[in-house]
C-alpha cells in the first residue's frame, strides 16, 4: 500500500495534465454539439462527472506537486540549499495545509511549497464534490422523470 501511495504522489504531477486537457476536450466537445438555442437548463450528469474528474485531477495534481516540492535524495541542509533557502532540517506537512519548510535552529522556516499549491487544491476539492453532488441530484431527477413519464395513469383490466 505504501508503495502504491508513493507511486501515485510520483507520477501524480505528470499524469493530471492529460487528464485535465482531456476531461476539458470532451467538455468542450459537448458544449459544441449542444443544440443552439436551447437555453439555460441544468448540466447532465455526465457533464457533472467531467467536471468532477478535472476537478479532481487538479486538486491530487497540485496536492502531489506541494508534498513532492521538497522530496529530494539530499540531506537536508543540501536539500535547503538547492532551494536557496537557509535551514538545518526540513519540517513536512503531508496533511491539508500541504506544507514543507527548511526550518534553521532559531526556528525560522522558509516555505518550499509555492503559493497557488494550496488553494488548487481546496478549491478542486471543492469543486469535485459539488460536481458529485450535482451529478447524483440530476441523476435522480431525470430517473424521477422518466419513470413518471412511463406511468400512464390507466389501470388495464
Given at each position: 500500500m505504501?508503495v502504491?501511495?508513493?507511486?501515485?504522489?510520483?507520477f501524480?504531477?505528470?499524469?493530471t495534465?492529460f487528464?485535465?486537457a482531456?476531461?476539458?476536450l470532451?467538455?468542450?466537445?459537448?458544449?459544441?454539439?449542444?443544440?443552439l438555442g436551447?437555453?439555460?437548463?441544468l448540466?447532465?450528469a455526465?457533464?457533472?462527472?467531467l467536471v468532477?474528474v478535472?476537478?479532481?485531477?487538479?486538486?491530487?495534481?497540485?496536492?502531489?506537486y506541494?508534498v513532492?516540492?521538497?522530496?529530494y535524495?539530499?540531506d537536508?541542509?543540501?536539500?535547503c540549499?538547492?532551494?536557496g533557502?537557509?535551514?538545518?532540517?526540513v519540517?513536512?506537512?503531508p496533511?491539508?495545509?500541504?506544507?514543507?519548510?527548511c526550518?534553521?535552529?532559531?526556528?525560522?522556516?522558509?516555505?518550499l511549497?509555492?503559493?497557488?499549491?494550496?488553494?488548487?487544491?481546496y478549491?478542486g476539492?471543492?469543486?469535485c464534490v459539488l460536481?458529485?453532488?450535482?451529478?447524483?441530484?440530476?441523476?435522480?431527477?431525470?430517473r424521477?422523470?422518466?419513470?413518471?413519464?412511463?406511468?400512464?395513469?390507466a389501470i388495464?383490466?
Amino acid at each position: 500500500m505504501a508503495v502504491f501511495l508513493l507511486l501515485t504522489l510520483t507520477f501524480a504531477p505528470l499524469v493530471t495534465p492529460f487528464v485535465v486537457a482531456g476531461a476539458a476536450l470532451v467538455l468542450a466537445k459537448r458544449a459544441y454539439d449542444r443544440e443552439l438555442g436551447s437555453g439555460l437548463r441544468l448540466p447532465d450528469a455526465m457533464s457533472c462527472v467531467l467536471v468532477a474528474v478535472l476537478a479532481g485531477a487538479a486538486a491530487l495534481g497540485a496536492y502531489a506537486y506541494g508534498v513532492t516540492s521538497g522530496f529530494y535524495i539530499l540531506d537536508p541542509d543540501q536539500m535547503c540549499a538547492a532551494a536557496g533557502a537557509r535551514g538545518d532540517h526540513v519540517v513536512t506537512r503531508p496533511a491539508l495545509p500541504v506544507s514543507v519548510q527548511c526550518v534553521t535552529w532559531k526556528g525560522e522556516g522558509t516555505e518550499l511549497v509555492p503559493g497557488w499549491v494550496n488553494p488548487v487544491v481546496y478549491g478542486g476539492l471543492a469543486l469535485c464534490v459539488l460536481a458529485l453532488g450535482t451529478a447524483v441530484s440530476s441523476g435522480l431527477r431525470r430517473r424521477t422523470a422518466q419513470s413518471s413519464g412511463s406511468s400512464t395513469g390507466a389501470i388495464s383490466s
